[in-house]
C-alpha cells in the first residue's frame, strides 16, 4: 500500500506490483509506450531482477545490490536501495539528456 501510494503522490501513471514475469511486463509497457529496448533502463537489486536486467537496455543495481546482480549490471550506484540510489539514477539520466 505505501508504494501504490507514494507512487499516486508522485503521478506515475505505470505502476506494477507484485509482478512475477516482470520481462514480460516490461515488453508489454515497452510495446505500448513505442520505445525501443535499448532506450530503457532498469534498477534491480535482487536475484528476482535478473532476467530485466539482462533485458533492459541500461541494466543498474544499487549499492547493496546481491552479487549476482553485481555482475550483471552496466553501472552500480554509488548510494544503496532506500538510501538515494533512485535519486542518483534519476538525476545521471536527466542529465545525459541531450539539449532543449
Given at each position: ?5 507514494r ?10 506490483l ?18 525501443a529496448?535499448?532506450?530503457?533502463a ?27 546482480v ?31
Open positions: 500500500d505505501a508504494v501504490a501510494r507512487m499516486q503522490e508522485l503521478g506515475v501513471q505505470q505502476v506494477f507484485g509482478i512475477k514475469d516482470k520481462v514480460s511486463t516490461f515488453e508489454k509497457l515497452r510495446s505500448q509506450l513505442n520505445i529496448t535499448h532506450e530503457t532498469y534498477v534491480g537489486d535482487d536475484v528476482p531482477d535478473l532476467a530485466l536486467l539482462k533485458t533492459a537496455g541500461i541494466a543498474i543495481g544499487v549499492g547493496n545490490a546481491h552479487a549476482d553485481v555482475g550483471t549490471c552496466d553501472w552500480i550506484t554509488a548510494n544503496t536501495g532506500g538510501r538515494g540510489a533512485v535519486r542518483e539514477v534519476c538525476d545521471a539520466l536527466l542529465s545525459a539528456r541531450p539539449g532543449p
